[in-house]
């Protein structure tokens, strides 16, 4: 069993920065494909990034390519997402997920979420 806790939403204006954080627990979480989706009112939920075990392999949605960035710390089972320029589009619900698979498709974890909202 894999537990992931998120941290660093909040509200921020359109063209600013937040940097969200997940850390993860349990066996071999470490070695894991890392993830962020996230989920607007009224919509389904959406991949966003993820970052394979190694670091070496990314992948991002359109919507975010060259605005934000996933990395990750084996060493602490740490990873983060990097939101810069941010739009109102960009306001949902963030989940990180992990799953022992690369690509990821449908997560075997999930954190419970943090709130992003983004003004004008």
């Known amino acids: 069993q894999v537990q992931l806790v998120e941290s660093g939403g909040g509200l921020v204006q359109a063209g600013g920065s937040l940097r969200l954080s997940c850390t993860a627990s349990?066996?071999?979480?470490?070695?894991?494909?890392k993830a962020w989706f996230r989920q607007a009112p009224g919509k389904e939920r959406e991949f966003v990034a993820a970052?394979?075990?190694?670091?070496?392999?990314?992948d991002y949605a359109d919507s975010v390519k060259g605005r934000f960035t996933i990395s990750r710390h084996n060493a602490d089972n740490t990873h983060w997402l990097q939101m810069n320029s941010l739009q109102l589009g960009d306001t949902a619900v963030y989940y990180c997920?992990?799953?022992?698979?690369?690509?990821?498709?449908?997560?075997?974890?999930w954190g419970q979420g943090t709130q992003v909202t983004v003004s004008s």
């Open positions: 997920a992990a799953d022992p698979r690369w690509p990821i498709e449908t997560p075997s974890y």
């Open positions: 349990g066996r071999a979480s470490n070695s894991y494909t």
């Open positions: 970052i394979s075990t190694s670091g070496l392999n990314t």
